[in-house]
């Protein structure tokens, strides 16, 4: 699989991923689907700061893709992100979100990030495996936080140190695209 950073024109291609995930299950709680626009958006918006990869099989069809995002907007939370990963529904359990994790944790931590943590709608056993098998440690769990579907969802979250804390970290640097 080749991972690389995404490009404003892998918006539909995301979009067919995520759509299903949004319309079908509790995984993500968007209650709508996004369009190529808004995934197009989301990925502009968040290039400059923070990575977006996606990974693309021998013949150059996206499988999957992984980003971080702010975890929370205070300052003292800058060395914080929150992590995603959805892969197309046919490559599932094939590595491709194990593959994607790894190396945005790699970029993650060389930008100066100390911490990712990960929400996961439950139960959801394949996505808290995958967290698991990464490093990530269950924090928390909050009870019937989202209604979807007809009903209630606990929403758990994981936690993972991308490196060991310092005192006095610079802060975090900007991606600004590159991978």
Known sequence: MHIRTATPDDAAALAA???PIVTDTVISFELQAPD???IRRRIEATLPLL?????EDAQGTVCGYVYASRFRERAA???AV???AYVRADCRGSGVGRRLYTRLFELLSALGYSQAVAGITLPNVPSVGLHEAMGFTAVARFEKVGYKLGRWHDVGYWQKALQPSQLEPPPPRAFAGGA
């Open 17 to 19: 991923i995520y759509a």
């Open 51 to 55: 990575p977006w990869l996606v990974g």
């Open 77 to 79: 939370y800058q060395w």
């Open 36 to 38: 190529a626009a808004e």
């Open 82 to 84: 929150e992590v995603t």
